[in-house]
């Protein structure tokens, strides 16, 4: 049985970590405040631009620019984002393993696949896996701070370079969207090509007027989607992030609470027992002086 010194210093420790769980939920719920509102600003921008690009993309001709072009199944690539830091619960490992399975299963009939993650923790996750081949890592891309355009720009621009090179023949976006601070939904999206709108039977569809010309517009606006896209996958997984980790270190300091509580229980029992003992020691010394 452990001694009362013991006990005592684990209930100090526990007390210890259950101080900076409880300073890392406040922290986290900052940021998430901050992260949640860029994320709904974002959306009908990123929405509507995704509508009308799909829209575009089902009137004009695949030819018309290459990031409209259908290549085939050879090579797919694969954006990862996840976090460069831990004590978010399942939040790396549910989105990484996403990736994978949709890269094992092959769920669009890819004849091979590579990676491109953001963030640490998914590339300590896959890098031990067989078969995942990883073409780049960016890590500490977003930092400790707020996600920005420019980032997502710069991310956007690389990936429609390797597209345009001809280094892969679609781009898929895996990331975790944010619903709430309890729950975020694993996110998998063709990024490249364009898919079209689906219009169903029977409905005309009505073609665009482009000024200058079609062209000049494509190549204006196709890239812009791509970065808008991107740009707010960021914002999504990381307003998951400080969610699943506010989330996370409730959950922690919970269970630091109920330890101390079980602690503190097992250090008055123990005590008692000590009295106890002294006691009888006491009572058993005064009767041998007696007799």
């Known amino acids: 049985m452990a001694s009362l010194k013991d006990i005592k210093k684990r209930i100090g420790t526990v007390k210890n970590t259950q101080q900076i769980t409880k300073a890392m939920k406040m922290v986290s719920a900052a940021k998430l405040r901050r992260a949640q509102e860029a994320v709904v600003a974002a959306r009908p921008y ?3 631009m995704a509508d009308v690009l799909s829209s575009l993309a089902l009137r004009e001709d695949a030819d018309s620019h290459p990031l409209l ?43 091979s696949y590579e990676l491109l993650i953001v963030g640490r923790k998914g590339n300590d996750y896959l890098k031990r896996r067989s078969g995942m081949e990883i073409a780049k890592v960016h890590e500490n891309l977003v930092g400790t701070g707020q996600v920005s355009y420019p ?12 597209y345009r090179n001809g280094d892969y023949d679609s781009v898929f976006l895996v990331y975790n969207a944010f619903q709430s601070a ?4 694993q996110t998998v999206t063709q990024l490249l090509p364009i898919v079209p709108k689906v219009v169903e039977e029977g409905v005309q569809v009505s073609d665009y007027i482009y000024e200058p010309n079609a062209n000049e517009v494509l190549e204006e606006i196709l890239p812009k989607h791509i ?16 969610g699943a980790r506010m989330t996370a270190m409730d959950s922690a300091s ?5 330890m101390i509580g079980k602690l503190t229980l097992q250090y008055n029992r ?22």
Do not use: P, W, Y
């Open 182 to 185: 309890m729950t975020q939904i």
């Open 270 to 291: 123990a005590r008692q027992a000590a009295i106890t003992k002294e006691l009888l020691e006491i009572i058993s010394g005064s009767e041998s002086l007696k007799s």
């Open 69 to 111: 072009a259908e290549r085939g199944k050879g090579k797919a690539l694969i954006v990862l984002i996840t976090g460069d830091r831990g004590l978010c619960g399942g939040f790396n490992a549910n989105i990484s393993k996403t990736a994978e399975r949709f890269i094992r299963e092959k769920a669009e009939g890819f004849e």
């Open 254 to 258: 919970k269970n630091a609470s109920e």
């Open 46 to 48: 990123a929405d509507k």
């Open 227 to 242: 970065e808008v896209q991107i740009f707010r996958s960021l914002l999504e997984s990381a307003a998951s992030e400080h």
């Open 151 to 162: 980032t997502g720009a710069l991310l956007g621009q690389e990936v429609i370079d390797l």
